[in-house]
């Protein structure tokens, strides 16, 4: 073994509810604002397939659990419903949502599989949308009750928890670039929406702090973090790419783990009249809830020049008035998915971590490698995923080599564990361990499953 992993290391995989449950209108679940938005407009969806097209994790979770076995994983992260949990967003608990989650958690536990358990992977319920969703503090409060609600039911057993996983993408989704629901473009909006995912995060860990009396259970929260690289190093193109970082990773990076905002987004935020509401209190309140634990989602990093025109100051304000993205010449690219590649990102992040947010207990929550029509490489019964376990690999390595170097790292997920429907994407990009046949729900290992297996087996390769 030649790259040796910490002892203890996680080796496991991540999923969401919404992608692999189904069901979705089934077994007392309260509509969320996917089943709400495939309805409206089935067309927005890749070949219009929606969110009660998943992979059956509901009815067949078990054999996937079996599954997970056997191919080494030791840890899983998976998401709570929260409108499966609480039909309405607030109120009444579905007893049969309680009888699913706690089937699952315990068996994983009986299988020797860790579950992590995120709280809101995307998944907000219709009920609390209809009243303005993130917008509206109200459902910060609802969000904090029904957190509470499962760190009470399932506390005593799961002892990893994630408050949101990338509550950017919703920002950015549903209030600036119009690809989640509610499809609105306006800057305004977005940063109350994202600030107050920051309260209703740090309302959630406050509610952890005074519930939990266990000190081996830890909340963290899963941020996509995507380093903001600069095409020079002139000093136009390196404020171009800080400013970048400031609105898309340190916007939630540093109130999660420092407990507070960078003075220099307030700054520009302050100039351009785009401050959300804050009340009194809130602040104070971020800064006593920071997190124990990091989840770090890497896919591919942002290439950043400066503007080469400036701005009309009459046209709405973006994030995209203060830098241009660029295609960087010869850089590697995912043929698949159309997605760069770049191993090394994962290591600056960890260094970051390390030098600038306290060396913060971190794992890798998601990295992996999305495929369109992958049944292409299907051989003898198996796809032949060369091209995963590469992407794997290399990533690994660069993991390795911050650990090393002291970073503080616990473990690695891939996303994810099985062929899954993936938002308005539905089943366009398969990224799983396990493929999926739609059809007939039959899963089938991938050549990189049984690889992983050892890599977990060995805590290496
Ligand atoms: C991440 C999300 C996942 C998953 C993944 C792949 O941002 O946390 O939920 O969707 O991206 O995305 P896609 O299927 O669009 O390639």
């Not at 059956?56 to 076995?69: A, G, S, T, V």
């Not at 029904?146 to 506390?155: H, I, N, R, V």
């Not at 060369?386 to 650990?403: A, N, T």
Request: proline share 5%.
């Amino acid at each position: 073994v030649q790259y040796k992993f910490p002892e203890g290391f996680w080796w496991g995989s991540a999923t969401s509810a919404t992608q692999i449950e189904g069901a979705a209108n089934e077994a007392g679940k309260g509509k969320n604002i996917w089943d709400h938005w495939y309805e409206a407009e089935p067309n927005r969806f890749f070949n219009n397939v929606g969110p009660e097209t998943t992979s059956n994790f509901y009815y067949q979770y078990k054999e996937d659990i079996q599954l997970m076995k056997e191919i080494g994983h030791n840890s899983f992260r998976l998401s709570i419903s929260w409108s499966r949990l609480i039909p309405n967003g607030r109120g009444e608990v579905n007893p049969e949502a309680v009888t699913f989650y706690n089937n699952v958690i315990d068996e994983l536990l009986a299988n020797g599989i860790e579950p992590f358990v995120t709280l809101y992977h995307f998944d907000m319920p219709l009920e609390m949308q209809n009243i303005g969703g993130w917008e509206n503090r109200e459902v910060v409060d609802a969000y904090q009750a029904y957190a509470l609600q499962a760190f009470q039911l399932f506390g005593d057993r799961v002892k990893k928890w994630f408050t949101f996983n990338e509550p950017i993408v919703p920002v950015e989704g549903g209030y600036l670039y119009d690809f989640h629901y509610p499809n609105i473009v306006d800057f305004k909006k977005a940063a109350q929406v994202a600030y107050h995912t920051v309260l209703a995060h740090a309302k959630a860990v406050q509610a952890f702090r005074g519930w939990n009396k266990d000190g081996d259970t830890k909340i963290g929260i899963v941020l996509n973090l995507t380093p903001s690289y600069p095409r020079s190093q002139n000093p136009f193109d390196l404020k171009a790419a800080n400013i970048c970082d400031l609105f898309f990773n340190r916007s939630f990076l540093d109130p999660a783990v420092l407990g507070e905002y960078p003075e220099e987004l307030v700054e520009i935020l302050r100039e351009h009249g785009q401050l959300p509401n804050v009340e009194q209190g809130d602040l104070e309140l971020m800064k006593e809830n920071t997190v124990d634990i990091l989840g770090v989602n890497y896919y591919q990093p942002r290439r950043v020049k400066a503007k080469e025109h400036l701005p009309n100051p009459y046209s709405p304000f973006m994030p995209e008035w203060f830098f241009d993205s660029y295609e960087m010449p010869g850089r590697k690219m995912n043929p698949y998915r159309g997605w760069e590649i770049y191993e090394k990102g994962i290591y600056d992040i960890m260094v970051n971590l390390k030098e600038n947010y306290g060396n913060v207990e971190s794992f890798i929550s998601e990295n992996g490698m999305g495929v369109q029509d992958e049944e292409r490489f299907l051989q003898d019964g198996q796809i032949q995923d060369d091209y995963r376990i590469e992407f794997i690999e290399g990533h690994l390595q660069w993991l390795h080599k911050s650990i090393e170097e002291g970073c503080n790292v616990k473990g690695y997920h891939l996303w994810t564990f099985m062929d899954n429907w993936s938002w308005s994407n539905a089943y366009k990009n398969r990224y799983g361990f396990i493929s999926v046949d739609i059809k007939t729900q039959q899963r089938t290992p991938k050549k990189s499953a049984y690889w992983f297996k050892n890599v977990a087996t060995n805590n290496g390769f």
